[in-house]
DNA sequence: TAGTGGTCTAGACCACCCG
DNA sequence: GGGTGGTCTAGACCACTAT
């Protein structure tokens, strides 16, 4: 090895410790050296060892007590890096063209499911807007969204015609929180003749809800085209 | 505000960083003071704050630019805590009861889609398996798997007849990179019987490949019973 | 209670890149 | 060229917890 000779950065101590979990040189549920004896090992100091071992944690691969030392993880539980794009960049990023298309924009009293979902007052009025994104003129998403205006009045003068309400409201509003959810649904007449599908084929779909600050600002439902593969590399 | 004097941890500099940018006071798009002056501002140090800037940024609030300075960022893109959690943690959090059942293990050829997808030599053989994961006796995921011997030998003396092969693999392999896909299938006869679901239902299903250190350790497709959300809040 | 990680300080040098 | 963030150092005090 005599590794122990050169100065390393926090990115090289990373990859070192990686590589020794990795080969199996430190087992899981096995208790790496301290912090101040790798610092020795390598050359470094006990900060920057800290700032490796700490994102390695981070990641998953390690978990850190005081007292009772660094431990190398059996399951790791990894956090993937996934990306909410506006849906134009992903059009976008595979080349293809993107098109927008308003449907539907109206005004209405917030059904009963949605008034307890978003935990609305009673009889609160909601934008109900639909539209559909197209990459390279083909169907590419459904989006059935709901808005309260009471959260974010300015909606009330947006048209929606030229650009989806998610491009508006990712610009409009800060948001404080998100909940995310996957699913595969039967398509309806309605869903199959949008996204040029044969009714009753799978959907994959999501459902996002996006809260500011504790309040609901919007409720959406997204039904991908038929091929649709949601990928991430971690 | 007079929070001035008050000495604050990077947490709390976090804390106070995220609220401006959520409260509209530091706009999308707008650039951050530098960390010098917010160092001073807090009654702190630049590493400090440099730790908080850093994270946030990793968090995808901030984007930050040697000379450039640190920028709100106007469509946050975030990270998921997406976790991959063992099926049966994931059927014991709901309070249900995990059961398992081995249909089928064998040792086969590799079929070309799968060398392929794989990069795998030419006909090297890979150890098949499929099963069940119940929760409280429903139905709850058909697992199937294909395993290369080549990379985990002593795979081929395990009989996946008490428990599944992703336990096994979690705690054998260190893994180095993984490739997840979601999408919505349709149930064929087989998935049908086994998920006790109507033939041609959506399914939601997930697919997985799992490398060491560049070569392909497993391959699984995961179908899940009628009705799964895939559920993650940000 | 002793040893571990968690965090902060004060200072430094460097890489990058906008003007 | 000069100001920004990226990183490292050497040292310190603190919080937690296994023993």
Not at 9 to 16: A, F, L, N, P, T
Not at 60 to 68: H, N, S, V
Not at 112 to 134: E, F, I, N, T
Not at 162 to 180: A, H, M, Y
């Amino acid at each position: 090895m005599a590794r122990s000779h050169a100065t390393m950065s926090y990115r090289d101590i990373k990859q070192v410790v990686l590589e020794r979990i990795q080969t199996g040189i430190w087992l899981p549920d096995s208790l790496l050296p301290s912090e101040m004896e790798l610092a020795t090992e390598f050359s470094s100091t006990r900060t920057t060892v800290n700032r490796a071992l700490r994102e390695l944690a981070e990641e998953g691969y390690l978990e850190r007590k005081r007292r009772a030392g660094t431990r190398v993880l059996n399951s790791p539980i990894r956090k993937a890096n996934f990306s909410i794009p506006l849906i134009h960049d992903e059009i976008a990023a595979t080349g293809a063209t993107y098109r927008y298309s308003l449907v539907e924009r109206s005004l209405q009293t917030a059904p009963s499911w949605l008034s307890a979902r978003l935990s609305l007052k009673k009889d609160q009025d909601v934008l109900y807007v639909r539209c559909m994104h197209y990459a390279n003129n083909a169907a590419f998403q459904f989006e059935v969204r709901w808005i309260v205006p009471e959260v974010v009045p300015e909606v009330i003068d947006e048209s929606f015609e030229q650009s989806g309400p998610n491009d508006w409201l990712v610009r409009k509003i800060p948001f404080t929180n998100l909940e995310l959810s996957f699913m595969a649904t039967k398509a309806d007449s309605e869903i199959a003749d949008f996204l040029d599908a044969p009714v009753g084929d799978p959907i994959f779909t999501a459902e996002r809800i996006t809260w500011l600050r504790g309040a609901a600002v919007t409720y959406a439902k997204l039904y991908f085209a038929p091929g649709y593969r949601m990928t991430t590399h971690l």
